[in-house]
Each structure stands twice: as C-alpha cells, then as structure tokens.
C-alpha cells in the first residue's frame, strides 16, 4: 500500500469516527476517536476465528503505515510545533526550575526506578529479560507525551500556572527522554562493555544541547524574516520551514529534532505572534497550525486504536502490562511528589499539584513509536505489549478523569478558603 493510500484511508477513518463522536459519544475528541478505533479493532481481532481474510488484510495495512516512523519523523515535529506556539515564554520562564528538573532528572529517575521495579516484576512472572531492557521501556513509558496531555489540558480547566508546568514538562521531556532511549538502545545493541559513560555524555550534549541550540537559532531566523514582512501566505510558509527544515537539519546532524522544534515554536509563538505580525497574519498563523494539530492528533489517535492489531495477546504479557501501570502512576508520583515537596518550601504551588501532575502525566503516541522502534532480536512483542496497555489505561481513563480531577481540586480548595 502506498503513502497516499495509507493517509487517505487514515484521513476518512479519523472524519467518520470525529462524526460518530462528535453526533453520538461526545466524548473529547481524542479520546473519543481512539476508543472508536479500538473497538473496531478488537471487533477485528475477534472475527479472526470466523473472516481470517478480513483480520489478515487488516493487519497487513496497519503494518505497512510504520508507526514507528510515521510519528517520529512526520507527525511529530508539527505537533510539539503547534503545542509550543501557544505556550507563553514569560510564564514558562517563570515556571523553569521545575520544568526542567521534571523533564531532565525526572525522567532519569523514573526510567531507573520503573525499570529497576519491572525487572523484578517480570522475573516473578517467569518472563527473563536482560535488565537493560528493562530499562528501555523505563525510558519510553517515563515521558509524559506532549501531545495526548495538550489534547487533553485544553479542555480540562487546570489552573494556568501548573497548566503551564504539565505542558512545558511535556513538551521538553520527550526530548530528554528520546536521548535517554537512543543511549540505552546503543548500550543494549554494542554491549555495556563497548560503551562508556563518555560516550553517552557525549550523545546527551550533542542531541539535547545541540537541538536547544539550533532551535534557538531556526527559531530566530524565521522570527526576523516574518517581522521584515507583512505578507500572510509567506510567513505561514515560514513557520512551515522552520518546522520541517529545521527538524529534517537537526535529525541530520544528530541533534534533538523535537527539542529544536519545541524551542523555535517557543520563540514563534512568543517574539513572532507578538512583534513580528500583523493581526491578520496572526489569525491566519492560529488558525493554520490549529487546524494542522487538530488534524494530525485525529489521525494520529485512530493509528493509536490501529495499533491493537499487530500487538501479541499473551496472557503474561497483559498482566505485565497491568502491573506496569500501577507501577508507572507510583513512580511518577514518587518523580513528581519529592521535588514538589522540597520546592514548597521556596514557592506557593496550587492545592492538589502533586495529585494533579500525576495522574495528568499521560503516556501516548510517542512510547508506543519508541516501543516499535525496536528491532527482532530484543524482546520487542513483549515490550509493545506492555506499553500499549500501559499507553491505552492512560488515554482512556487517567484522560477522561483529569478533568473531573481537577474540578474536585478547585471546589476543595474553594471550599477551604471559606
């Protein structure tokens, strides 16, 4: 199947399950159009035994469109994009310390602490897995991804300063942890012993420091080309370079495309929307990259559903799965809680942060990609597995109860004012 076939085929299944949610569910649009996806997935699966035709044809396309590939080189970049032009760089700046602390060594941590605990988790299930892989689906389940938590913040009412911590931490720590997953996976193809810590320093500066960098710089560049402008059509293809040439240039030279990417739509978003256009490029600018997310995050979210197709249904491997997600909600509360804790003694933070952050750090497209990433000869069925349910448990119910989360934590706090 070809390119063109795939998208067109993913395009009217994101338009028909958008309708059927929109007329009948009224769920949020996310979530609603990967549960659609889903059920029609399992309702696959299960005419396997009956119509093998169908179930192998239908497996067959999901296979050809590389998830994998498809988000992480083409998705991606045009997602963090349109999330970090929206986000404020005076309030993310004044929110910095603990957004980098929870998109740097939090994400550290938790790939440790998770792996270390799953380790144990599959010895007890008789699964044997060497504990570098472990750690490698530590590092890809530990990120909160940038795009399921947006889709969702927008309409769950968080406070804007920790909506602004949940949204910078998400759309910095991918980065942080795609450096992380990209090291493991190194040391896991070469062996512990043919790598050093200099080595993986050396990877960390150049993907996570590089990208910064040339993100500040892109950014720039099409911040002064817009601002010596007034031309519309122009500048939006402007920002479309800067997304796409600037993500291909840092992937070519082994820099961090997401981190470059977040920065420059920072920078756009901030010093572009504000100085460098007029009120009608900036309606068009918003109104552009608002349609191309809400696009790309239906498309993107039916491919999520897909998914359950290729995924391997052992029962050990679903139980695994289970267990991984109390594991990751304990982890991510330990990774969030202590600093949190520490940095209350320095700073107000809104009632209920902790509990907020924690179950608000949804998993999503971006563990899933990284977990298909993975070649034959590593558990990779064990691992997909794993993080689907992980990523599914995430959506679907920490997603459809942030919200009322949230609502509980405005009246508690209202109710202890007065």
């Known amino acids: 199947m070809g390119f063109f076939n795939a998208l067109a085929i993913l395009i009217s299944l994101a338009a028909i399950f958008g309708y059927i949610n929109h007329r009948f569910l009224k769920l949020p649009s996310t979530i609603g159009v990967m549960l659609i996806s889903l059920i029609l997935s399992l309702l696959i699966v299960a005419s396997g035994e009956f119509a093998p035709e169908l179930f192998k044809g239908a497996k067959d396309a999901v296979i050809a469109v590389d998830f994998s590939d498809f988000l992480m080189e083409v998705m991606l970049s045009f997602l963090l994009f349109a999330g970090a032009l929206h986000v404020d760089i005076k309030t993310l700046a004044a929110e910095r ?12 941590l938790s790939t440790f602490l998770i792996g270390t605990i799953m380790y144990f988790v599959f010895s007890m299930l008789g699964i044997g897995i060497d504990y570098i892989y472990c750690l490698i689906f530590g590092s890809l389940i530990s990120p909160t991804d940038p ?18 911590k949940i949204t910078g931490e998400s759309l910095f720590n991918d980065g942080v942890a795609v450096v992380v997953f990209i090291s493991l996976f190194g040391i896991a193809q070469k062996g512990i012993e043919n790598v050093t810590a200099a080595d993986v320093a050396i990877l960390f500066a150049q993907e996570a420091v590089g990208g910064i960098l040339l993100g500040f710089a892109i950014g720039y560049v099409g ?26 240039f840092a992937t ?14 920072l920078i756009i978003g901030t010093q572009g929307r504000n100085i460098a256009m007029s009120d009608l490029t900036r309606e068009y600018l918003d109104k552009f990259w608002e349609m191309i997310d809400e696009v790309l995050n239906a498309i993107l979210f039916v491919l999520i559903g897909l998914e359950v197709l290729v995924i391997t249904f052992e029962m050990t491997y679903l139980v695994a799965g289970l267990i991984a997600i109390v594991v990751a909600l304990a982890v991510r509360l330990i990774a969030v809680g202590l600093p949190i804790s520490l940095m209350k003694l320095r700073r107000e933070f809104v009632p209920n942060t902790i509990m907020i952050m924690t179950w608000g750090g949804l998993r999503g497209g971006i563990s899933v990609a990284l977990a298909l990433s993975l070649t034959a000869a590593m558990p990779r069925d064990l691992i997909v597995t794993v993080t689907y349910v992980v990523v599914i448990f995430s959506i679907v119910v920490q997603g459809l109860s942030i919200g009322k989360l949230v ?12």
Request: net charge positive; hydrophobic share 50%.
């Open 97 to 108: 310390n603990p957004i980098i602390f929870f998109s740097t060594i939090g994400v550290v």
């Open 147 to 164: 795009i399921a938590v947006l889709a969702i913040l927008k309409q769950a009412g968080v406070p804007k300063n920790l909506e602004v």
């Open 223 to 248: 911040y002064y080309l817009m601002k010596s402008i007034d031309a519309y059509i122009v500048e939006v293809l402007i920002s479309l370079a800067v997304v796409m040439g600037g993500y291909a």
């Open 252 to 265: 070519y030279m082994h820099m961090s495309g997401p981190l470059s990417v977040v920065v420059a739509g």
């Open 407 to 418: 609502k509980y934590s405005k009246n508690k706090a209202l109710r202890a004012e007065q």
